[in-house]
């Protein structure tokens, strides 16, 4: 009786390590996962919202290198209003997702911007950065 007693108390040992084991496990798979897509989410937020501010910039500079053809001027401005709308968005969804570092970069990189957008609205790039163009 106690040969038995023994064996069932190994059974039942090996199985709860075996639980215990699997389920640690599982946690630890499961939270890489989710640091992988969280960092993954934080890179394609970087990328879109580089690449706004990136357009932006640009049609900011051709629309003042544009200053004799109001039409195309307004359609580059058209194109600047339209990339700096998609860039606050993305802002917001960088503050939430971003290290406090990059957050403060990105303060930095939509002041530099801004100054680029007025100076684009007004056509007077010397006011603001003393470019020739």
Not at 16 to 36: F, I, K, P
Not at 42 to 58: F, H, P, Q, R, S
Not at 76 to 93: I, Y
Not at 104 to 119: C, F, P, T, Y
Request: charged share 25%; hydrophobic share 45%; aromatic share 6%.
């Amino acid at each position: 009786m106690i040969t038995q007693i023994v064996t069932l108390l190994g059974v039942l040992i090996g199985a709860l390590t075996s639980y215990v084991s699997t389920t640690v496990a599982e946690r630890t798979r499961h939270r890489r996962a989710m640091a992988t897509r969280w960092d993954e989410r934080k890179l394609n937020t970087y990328v879109e919202y580089l690449t706004c501010v990136k357009e932006a910039a640009d049609s900011a500079k051709e629309s003042l290198k544009a200053r004799e053809n109001p039409d195309l001027q307004r359609a580059l401005l058209a194109t600047m209003n339209e990339a700096e709308k998609r860039r606050s968005v993305l802002f917001e969804t960088l503050i939430l997702l971003a290290e406090p570092s990059a957050v403060e970069a990105a303060k930095d990189v939509n002041q530099i911007l801004w100054r680029a957008l007025i100076a684009a609205r007004e056509s007077n790039c010397d006011r603001f950065f003393g470019w020739t163009i």
